[in-house]
């Protein structure tokens, strides 16, 4: 079955950078767009960034400039660099997989979701 498994959460000053990971497996067809969102407390699930199959890229503006999603094709992995952390970026980072395209940035059009991996910036 289909799994995304998400690292390198933690806690990381703001100002710094965190670089997440999501390893993907059990796809029978390579899906459409694999990307970020997050929750924080109290909030409703954000978008954060997606990449599609041929590699067009989106962001949310509020992580534009600051945050790099890439993809590793051969590993089946995805990743998420994160710089210059605010205390508002403080959330859980989900990795999601979407097999058409289409509506790249709405939660509810995701087909399969990793667990999620904590990210908290603080001083």
């Known amino acids: 079955q289909v799994q995304l498994v998400e690292s390198g959460g933690g806690l990381v000053q703001p100002g710094g950078s965190l670089r997440l990971s999501c390893a993907a497996s059990?796809?029978?067809?390579?899906?459409?767009?694999i990307g970020w969102f997050r929750q924080a407390p109290g909030k409703e699930r954000e978008f954060v960034a997606t990449?599609?199959?041929?590699?067009?890229?989106f962001y949310t503006d509020s992580v534009r400039g600051r945050f790099t999603i890439s993809r590793d094709n051969a590993k089946n992995t995805i990743f998420l660099q994160m710089n210059s952390l605010k205390p508002e970026d403080t959330a859980v980072y989900s990795c999601?997989?979407?097999?058409?395209?289409?509506?790249?940035?709405?939660?509810?059009?995701?087909?399969?979701w990793g667990q999620g991996t904590q990210v908290t910036v603080s001083s």
């Open positions: 999601a997989s979407k097999a058409y395209s289409g509506f790249h940035n709405r939660a509810d059009k995701y087909d399969y």
């Open positions: 990449q599609n199959k041929i590699g067009a890229i």
């Open positions: 059990g796809f029978t067809v390579t899906p459409h767009y």
